[in-house]
């Protein structure tokens, strides 16, 4: 049973890859054998796609949380860009600047990190 269920998910990647879906939406495909262990008369395979749970994360927009789950920094294009030529952190942001970014918490919106430089004489109360 292990075989025939090992099969059938190798042949569904290749059918996905094949299509030119790529290799990360293949990888979504599971399997998983009952009874884990041993042998029985009644032994089972399930294969099935993680694929409409993360086509439809994307879909719906779900909320984006930081792995701690306290606040999450994404750069904006006019931060630059990371010595590795990937996205720059805020820490990289703040060594390469010589500012610090600060964490700031609006009641009606979502937090902010503004750095000292770029603040207006309208807004002196960050």
Request: charged residues 20%; hydrophobic residues 35%.
């Amino acid at each position: 049973m292990r075989e025939a269920g090992t099969g059938l998910k190798t042949a569904w990647r290749l059918q996905i890859t094949g299509a030119g879906l790529g290799t990360r939406l293949a990888n979504s495909i599971r399997s998983q054998n009952f009874p884990r262990s041993g042998e029985s008369l009644h032994a089972a395979a399930l294969v099935w796609s993680k694929g409409p749970v993360i086509v439809g994360a994307h879909d719906t927009g779900p909320l984006i949380r930081s792995k701690d789950g306290f606040w999450l920094a994404i750069p904006l294009p006019a931060a630059g860009k990371s010595l590795r030529g990937g996205r720059i952190t805020p820490g990289e942001w703040e060594r390469r600047r010589g500012l610090r970014l600060r964490f700031v918490y609006r009641r009606t919106g979502p937090p902010a990190c503004p750095s000292p430089a770029l603040r207006s004489a309208r807004s002196s109360r960050c």
